[in-house]
């Protein structure tokens, strides 16, 4: 049995539509979810949709010890905190925790012990941020700290793929004004390359955000992504070919 902790893995879309077609297919791994995609107009974001979707699936099942042909299964439930509704929101899965995120480029899936809030984002490093970002996004101790020029930029996106993170942990999504979390360092965290978490998010109100866990992943040059999570477990990548294998059974526990 391995550690107890975060698994996660990032792959392109391109990658994983060569890994359903050697699998079946989108809907042998998703089932009636790949119907899902048609509301996209745009290609790229059907296929990042898809990608996404069945990396999520894929990895939850190599988890829960569910071979990778019967992924399409496992029930994802969704639930929008704001509004109630089914068909968006925080995804679900019975016996863990769960987030994905996708950009046309990359998608990321992560999967942590049932009772862990986690949060994952992924962002594509634009080469200007929009108009209005720093008032949008940052809080105004950010905003002051905040330099120019490409590294200014980048530490802007670091910044922007933690507080997505924090409030995909939990369930608030953009209800939430990213302006009002703040990234701060977290001196008192060990960092590893296991353990990543090297910031906390400061949130008075709405209080679930205050004090969750941060850390940044390995996304390859042109991509930023961010993990947040209620306990600094250890963190673990695993490529896409390997949720294809047999399955592990090695669910995180708490």
């Known amino acids: 049995m391995e550690s107890p902790g975060i698994l996660y893995s990032l792959a392109s879309p391109g990658e994983m539509s060569l890994l359903a077609a050697g699998a079946g297919g989108w809907h042998s791994l998703l089932g009636t979810q ?3 995609a048609g509301r996209y ?15 999520l699936q ?7 010890g569910v071979p990778a042909q019967q992924a ?10 704001s ?4 068909d968006h929101g925080k995804p679900r899965i019975a016996g863990l925790e769960v987030s994905l995120s996708r950009t046309r480029t990359l998608v990321l899936a992560a999967a942590a012990p049932a009772g862990t809030r ?4 992924v962002e594509l490093v634009p080469e200007a941020v929009f108009e209005g970002f720093d008032q949008t996004v940052l809080s105004p101790a950010e905003q002051r700290r905040a330099g120019g ?5 980048r530490q802007r996106m670091l910044l922007w793929t933690a507080k997505e993170a924090a409030l995909k942990a939990t369930g608030h999504g953009l209800a939430v004004e990213p302006s009002l979390l703040s990234v701060e360092d977290d001196a008192g965290t060990g960092r ?6 090297r910031a906390r998010i400061r949130c008075p109100d709405p209080g679930e955000l205050d004090g969750l866990r941060v850390g940044w992943v390995p996304a390859g040059d042109r991509h930023l992504a961010a993990l947040a999570c209620s306990d600094p477990l250890p963190v673990r990548a695993i490529a896409p070919s390997r949720l294809l294998g047999p399955c592990r059974g090695n669910q995180p526990s708490g």
């Open 149 to 153: 020029g490409p590294a200014g930029r």
């Open 72 to 81: 399409a299964g496992l029930e994802v439930g969704r639930c929008c905190r």
């Open 41 to 55: 107009r745009h290609d790229d974001d059907a296929a990042a949709f898809l990608a996404s979707r069945t990396l």
């Open 192 to 197: 590893s390359a296991a353990v990543p978490f």
């Open 34 to 36: 790949a119907d899902l």
């Open 83 to 86: 509004c109630g509704s089914t």
């Open 58 to 64: 894929l990895l939850a099942a190599h988890l829960l």
């Open 118 to 121: 986690l949060g994952a984002d």
